[in-house]
């Protein structure tokens, strides 16, 4: 596997296997997440990614190896344990408790029992609807608006790593703005972002490093300027220049 160097590693998995059921879904994957910036998993359909993202969360149980971050061992921790020592997790489904409005929404995430009113305004900085439809049942909402509220309930409140699984997918292309000047921004806080994603556009100005999936392993880590300015490379690894991910 070609790799890059890692000088301050936050998030690390060493040989990690992951079974659900009867099928054996990562085979070994080895995944370093420098600690700052953004990081992205790439990689086919089918290929692991998001299973990665909910082993790392402790949603499915790792069958073998190990999950370092921050220097802790996490492979054996639950769920709840590892939001507490600092992770959050944006499913691709958009989770939201339809019910609850969107400041009940916020509010639950909220571990301290409160809202911050200028974190809230900050974050409705980049996705004003939130408070226009701030006491709206959030399953009345459209698709994107759904989205921003999952990503408003993860940064909440500060958060040491942010798990985020295809958040662009299906998005009107000013949601998507919105959504990259969010993740700019906290590229300059002490959050580090690890994403899944395909809209290329959208990772190849944010992304720093780059990690590629394929049958259950990472088969290529590296710089994120190195692949995106390799056509051969991204022929190699997805099959397809990356051009074509848009």
């Excluded at 019910?99 to 029992?113: I, K």
């Excluded at 698709?143 to 921003?148: D, L």
């Excluded at 798990?163 to 662009?168: A, F, M």
């Excluded at 949601?175 to 300059?188: G, H, P, T, W």
């Amino acid at each position: 596997m070609e790799r890059q160097n890692q000088l301050d590693p936050l998030l690390t998995l060493s040989g990690v296997h992951t079974h659900i059921g009867q099928y054996h879904i990562l085979q070994g994957v080895d995944l370093v997440v420098p600690r700052g910036g953004l990081s992205v998993l790439l990689g086919r359909n089918g290929a692991g990614k998001t299973t990665t993202l909910r082993t790392i969360m402790g949603l499915w149980q790792a069958s073998a190896g190990s999950i370092t971050f921050d220097g802790q061992d996490i492979t054996r921790m639950s769920t709840p344990d590892i939001a507490r020592a600092g992770i959050a997790y944006v499913p691709e489904s958009m989770a939201v408790f339809s019910e609850l409005t969107v400041r009940e929404n916020l509010y639950l995430a909220a571990r301290s029992g409160a809202l911050d009113n200028a974190r809230v305004d900050w974050i409705c900085g980049f996705f004003p609807a939130l408070k226009k439809f701030w006491n709206y049942p959030a399953g009345n909402l459209s698709g994107g608006q759904k989205q921003m509220v999952a990503i408003a309930r993860a940064i909440v409140e500060p958060r040491k790593l942010l798990l985020v699984d295809e958040p662009t997918k299906g998005l009107a292309p000013a949601i998507v703005q919105s959504l990259m000047a969010a993740f700019r921004e906290l590229k300059d806080t002490d959050t580090t972002i690890l994403l899944v994603e395909q809209n290329f556009n959208f990772v190849r100005t944010l992304g720093d490093s780059v990690s590629v999936m394929d049958d259950g392993r990472v088969v290529h880590a590296g710089s994120m300027r190195e692949l995106a300015d390799d056509d051969e490379l991204q022929t190699r690894l997805l099959g397809l220049s990356l051009d074509s991910h848009q």
